[in-house]
């Protein structure tokens, strides 16, 4: 798996090993984490607990009457239960039209201020990647080995956050209720317009994590034995080229450097290795 840095990133990751975890609402894709809500209360779980707590009350009250009227009771309480139902359920309704659009808010406002998602991609040399996260190609691409324990830090086997997981590209938004929204829903469904990132990603708790004191950046230290390769971009300062690839071979000699150029015929990049 590789991620895609800005030049500004190099003392954080070389000097620093540390790897950020960003709040959704930094992201450059303002559908993140914004799943579609149009069900605060779902009707069918809703009407099936009022079903269900109705039915154990009936069945208390049914004992109470002599067998001969107990037949007559159970068509007059059906009735009554049909008519009763509709009117929760209209009321269901009402409620999710007028307040689905808060809560989906209210969501998003808590994802971004308690959850950060580290990005990794399968797309080694996409040069999209390279203009965006990489700042015009200045920056540097780095390969990690994610068989490392860090990618899978699960508490337990419920555990939906703390692992690499695949993001899933959709042509639609899925609508949901707020019982129904999984892992998934909240941050593995993107937009078909982003498939060419090949996504993969890591969520975790800010709590778990290490906050900036002047700013809202939130970071960790990881093993940097889980660094394979380190691309240095096509318009990299030569400067920073020549400084941290000296740190890092004197450090860390079983990392592959390489440098990006352009290919001589094609529209495509070609990596060099670095030798010094």
Known sequence: MYKYYSPNNFHFVFDKKTIRYTQPAFFNDPFECSPLINEVVCNELAKSQLNNSRA????????????????????????????????????????????????????????????????????DCCELMWAHYAVNHTGFLVEFDVSNSY???????????????????????????????????????????????????????????????????????????????????VNCDVCLVTKYSKIIQHEHPNITLQKAVLDKKKFTLNYQNIVN
């Open 151 to 233: 990618f899978d830090d699960r508490k337990g086997d419920s555990d939906s956050l703390r692992f690499l997981r695949k993001v899933e590209y959709v042509r639609n938004r899925i609508e949901y209720s707020l019982d129904s929204l999984t892992a998934e829903s909240l941050f593995l469904h993107k937009s078909k317009a982003w498939q060419y990132e090949k996504e993969f990603r890591i969520t975790k708790a800010l709590c778990d994590l290490n906050c900036s004191p002047d700013s809202d950046v939130y970071t960790e230290e990881f093993p940097f034995n889980s660094v394979k390769r380190v691309i240095f971009g």
């Open 56 to 123: 154990k009350i009936e069945r208390e009250q049914l004992k109470a009457i002599p067998k001969l009227q107990r037949k007559e009771a159970k068509n007059n309480l059906k009735l009554l239960r049909g008519m009763n139902n509709i009117e929760v359920l209209e009321g269901i309704d009402s409620f999710n039209s007028n307040y689905h659009e808060q809560f989906q808010e209210k969501l998003k406002d808590l994802l971004n201020k308690n959850l950060g998602i580290l990005c990794l991609t399968e797309n």
